[in-house]
Structure formats: structure tokens, C-alpha cells
Nanobody, 131 residues
Framework: QVQLAESGGGLVQAGGSLRLSCAAS???????????MGWFRQAPGKEREFVAR?????????????VKGRFTISRDNASRDNAKNTVYLQMNSLKPEDTAVYYC????????????????WGQGTQVTVSA
């Protein structure tokens, strides 16, 4: 079983920045310890939407058009000394419309992430951007 724990949400003024983190843990280190990771968000009254994704190696990334150029996804991979792999979402130039609960998700393979077929989900962290 894999656990995902998000952190870093909060209240920020428009134009400001936040950095979200999501740590995936629960399995011993192995070549399968690193997951393809994604960030999604859900605003009140709206459906959950894709924000960004990153491959297991970190070599491939993908973003929603609404956040391109403002958000950056990155990761620290698991090692023998640290079985957690952590993904980050650096959010700059935040806008009020970025207000939402942000969720991270993990998939075993990149092709699953590309098709939004994530197996594990975090509990979410609230991001509120004031005008």
C-alpha cells in the first residue's frame, strides 16, 4: 500500500508563490519504488482537473494550458537511504482562479499517468489565492 501526503498549501495574494510537496511512501526501495506522479485540483462546484504530471525518472513532464509557464513540477526519487519519492509543484504568479484543493496522485507507469489512470491519491491541500 502506498501513502501520499501533500503539504505546502495556504493563503497567498495574487501574484504570489507557493510550493506544494507530496511524499509517496509505503514500499521498500526497489526499481519500482518511484511512481509517475501527477497533480490535480478541484475548485468548489467544479470537476477535478489535471494540473501537471511527471514521469518516473523526471525526464518527462506535462502541464495543463492554464498553468504553463507559471507552474513547475519536479521530483526527488527514492534511494536506498530514503524510500520516499517526493514530487513538488512550484506555483508562481498565482491567480484567484488557481484557488482549489490540490491533490497528488501516483501511477506505476508513465502511460497510466498520461491516461489519468492513477492508482493512489492523497487527501489534498487547500490553496487559496486572494485578489
Amino acid at each position: 500500500q502506498v501513502q501520499l501526503a501533500e503539504s505546502g498549501g495556504g493563503l497567498v495574494q495574487a501574484g504570489g508563490s507557493l510550493r506544494l510537496s507530496c511524499a509517496a511512501s509505503g514500499r521498500p526501495f526497489s526499481s519500482y519504488a518511484n511512481y509517475a506522479m501527477g497533480w490535480f485540483r478541484q475548485a468548489p462546484g467544479k470537476e477535478r482537473e489535471f494540473v501537471a504530471r511527471i514521469s518516473r525518472s523526471g525526464g518527462s513532464t506535462d502541464y495543463a494550458d492554464s498553468v504553463k509557464g507559471r507552474f513547475t513540477i519536479s521530483r526527488d526519487n527514492a534511494s536506498r537511504d530514503n524510500a520516499k519519492n517526493t514530487v513538488y509543484l512550484q506555483m508562481n504568479s498565482l491567480k484567484p482562479e488557481d484557488t482549489a484543493v490540490y491533490y497528488c496522485a501516483a501511477a506505476a507507469y508513465w502511460y497510466e499517468a498520461l491516461n489519468d489512470q492513477y492508482t493512489y491519491w492523497g487527501q489534498g491541500t487547500q490553496v487559496t489565492v486572494s485578489a
